[in-house]
């Protein structure tokens, strides 16, 4: 018996082509398009990796500030208590000055932070570099 194997190229093809696509999305591979009223939930992280580069606004509860002991830079980490899975503001010691108040301020308060996301060691986080990007929510 002889099998034509060009019969089945067709499904094969098509098939190939839906596991891709399928395996892209779920890896995030996908580009995000920017827009101007971005917004998220700071326990989101995932959603908040895809839009590395934009503009977003992320709120949530501060679970932690930190300031290590060089003294160069605090964090801000909010939407999850566990500091590595929580997504964090930074402040670098370039911009403390800009700050009148004490950073560690927001600690237990629901914020937002407005600017740019980046990723930092697999973990999104937006640099802050003046006080109008934090806002507490009351």
Do not use: W
Not at 48 to 59: D, H, N, P, Q
Not at 94 to 103: I, K, V
Request: charged fraction near 20%; include cysteine; aromatic fraction near 12%.
């Amino acid at each position: 018996m002889k099998l034509n194997r060009h019969k089945n190229k067709p499904i094969f093809i098509v098939l190939t082509f839906m596991i891709t696509a399928i395996a892209i999305g779920s890896c995030n591979l996908l580009p995000t398009e920017c827009s101007s009223d971005l917004a998220f939930s700071a326990s989101n992280m995932s959603k908040i990796k895809r839009y590395k580069g934009c503009e977003a606004t992320v709120s949530g509860l501060v679970y932690t500030t930190y300031m290590p002991k060089s003294k160069k830079v605090f964090f801000i980490n909010l939407g999850n208590p566990d500091y590595e899975k929580a997504f964090t503001g930074v402040i670098f010691e370039s911009s403390f000055d800009n700050f009148n108040q004490p950073l560690d301020r927001y600690e237990g308060n629901k914020i937002s932070i407005y600017g740019t996301i980046n990723i930092y060691e697999n973990r999104p986080q937006i640099i802050v570099k003046y006080p109008e990007q934090i806002k507490i929510i009351e």
